[in-house]
């Protein structure tokens, strides 16, 4: 349960939280959009101090139905960002939330501590080599399709048994091509119905067989504000709930938009630990 990340090794067997900054125009929750230079740096310095060990950019909003976008925009958004935070932070973890090979490559050339492939290879076969040349943890997730055609493609005989074999397969794949830090994220929200959603939270703990660490993202999603009939702007105290659900469960890395109330999270589900 430990990931090697730039030669800092960090022990996920305590739970640590990864903050969200979308160097996009169209990501779903507004307020993680940030754009210009001061923006980002805000964002970052304000995650760092409240607790994040780790910050996940992303160039490509990859809500359902978003429009695609060339990889050469992708790398415009996002190295300007990884080298700004790493001049002024230079200890930070960046993760780069991508699935291209060649947008993996130049943000790991640029400082990048982690790869995060929402689609474990899928859409770039490339992907995972580029990983395993560059020896980064690699957060493979669950999805079908493409961001654009996954919400059709939620139709499963059985749900868990069909996760858990897609990551047998993937992990293997990585192994394979000697990848050392693997972490899986069922993928809340990507090609999966509401009931299906919480479904997988329900029996997130299935996925400790696996014996890697999890990663759950769930902050602000659909299945929280949908349920609650409200917004992504209002649903800070269901992703707050849902992740402490999480947390039981096994979660290691709880992916959001809000760093403190996450770290709190953490900090009141280890005291009940050490407690037992």
Request: aromatic content about 6%.
């Amino acid at each position: 349960m430990t990931i090697n990340c730039k030669g800092k090794l960090i022990n996920l067997n305590t739970p640590k939280v990864m903050g969200v900054i979308n160097t996009t125009p169209n990501s779903f929750y507004a307020k993680s959009r940030k754009t210009s230079a001061e923006d980002i740096l805000k964002q970052a310095e304000s995650m760092l101090a409240a607790g994040a060990t780790f910050l996940d950019l992303g160039g490509y909003s990859t809500q359902p139905g978003a429009p695609t976008i060339s990889e050469t925009e992708e790398i415009n958004r996002v190295l300007p960002a990884i080298e700004l935070i790493l001049k002024n932070f230079p200890e930070a973890l960046i993760s780069i939330d991508t699935f291209r090979a060649q947008v993996a490559d130049k943000s790991v050339a640029s400082g990048a501590a982690i790869i995060n492939d929402i689609s474990a290879g899928s859409l770039d076969p490339k992907l995972m080599q580029t990983v395993a040349e560059h020896q980064v943890p690699y957060i493979m997730m669950h999805m079908r399709g493409t961001p654009q055609n996954m919400k059709e493609l939620d139709t499963y005989e059985n749900l868990l048994q069909e996760i858990l074999f897609y990551f047998s397969g993937k992990i293997k794949t990585a192994r394979n091509l000697g990848i050392n830090d693997v972490i899986i994220d069922p993928g809340f929200g990507f090609a999966k119905n509401l009931k299906q959603n919480f479904e997988l939270l329900n029996h997130l703990e299935l996925f400790k067989n696996l014996e890697l660490p999890i990663l759950a993202g769930l902050s602000r999603k659909s299945m929280i504000y949908k349920t609650l009939e409200t917004t992504a702007a209002e649903a800070l105290n269901g992703t707050t709930i849902l992740n402490t659900i999480a947390l039981t469960k096994g979660a290691s890395i709880l992916r959001v938009h809000d760093v403190k109330e996450a770290v709190e999270c953490v900090k009141l589900f280890n005291q009940l630990q050490s407690n037992n």
